[in-house]
């Protein structure tokens, strides 16, 4: 079983802060994803990287793979409370035709206005 | 659109009933999952599958099947409900293709009595 841990579990923010998530696993993932989810509601996928290095914006979101494809973070500038949620990452494995994704906990953001 | 329903979103059963959870997907996705979202724990793979008739044990699958009879739904049914399944329970559903990036319901909150 891959496992994945996410650091911060909790973070409490003033708006306009800026913030980094971190995702580490001693396992290679084939891709990871970073998910956000709201309070009732399914988690909603934010961006994919594949590629070890790889660096993706969203508006004021950056998204980063390790190099090695085992780690990644997740930083966003100048925080609104719309950022507040769930922050996930999932990994996954494609081997022998699996496509299954490992979930790490979560961090919980709270953005404070 | 494509979109992803549970039903029911919420319900209470006693500990010892036969309950079934729904999972009906229009994205035409050849995998679904079943997961468990638990305080602590993150979100825990219950079931998964490939295709019709293809099914599959995940991490936390004791008290639990799933069936599928076609591409659309992946129910989930608990055997005989025990307080330890006291849950919020997701399913979600991906295309197959690499990367694995999976659409989420909304979720059913299950409490058991």
């Known amino acids: 079983t891959q496992l994945l841990e996410q650091s911060p579990q909790f973070l409490s923010i003033q708006e306009g802060e800026n913030l980094t998530v971190y995702c580490n696993s001693s396992?290679?993932?084939?891709?990871l994803q970073w998910y956000r989810q709201e309070p009732g509601e399914g988690p909603v996928l934010l961006v994919t990287v594949v590629t070890g290095g790889e660096v993706k914006k969203l508006k004021r979101l950056t998204f980063q793979f390790g190099d090695a494809r085992k780690d990644s973070s997740l930083h966003i500038t100048a925080a609104q409370p719309g950022d507040t949620g769930l922050y996930l990452c999932?990994?996954?494995?494609?081997?022998?035709?699996?496509?299954?994704?490992?979930f790490g906990k979560g961090t919980k953001l709270s953005v404070i206005p | 659109d494509a979109e992803i329903t549970q039903s029911p979103r919420h319900k209470i059963t006693e500990t010892g009933r036969q309950v079934t959870l729904a999972c009906h997907q229009t994205?035409?996705?050849?995998?679904m999952f079943w997961y468990r979202q638990d305080l602590g724990h993150g979100l825990r793979l219950i079931h998964y599958s490939y295709g019709v008739q293809d099914t599959n044990k995940g991490e936390v699958s004791d008290g639990y099947s799933v069936s599928r009879s076609n591409t659309e739904d992946l129910p989930l049914t608990l055997e005989s409900a025990a307080s330890s399944q006291t849950s919020v329970y997701f399913c979600a559903s991906a295309s197959g293709a690499e990367p694995t990036e999976a659409f989420f319901g909304q979720g059913t909150r299950l409490t058991v009595v």
């Open positions: 999932a990994g996954s494995y494609s081997g022998a035709g699996s496509y299954q994704l490992t």
């Open positions: 994205w035409n996705h050849n995998n």
């Open positions: 396992s290679v993932f084939s891709s």
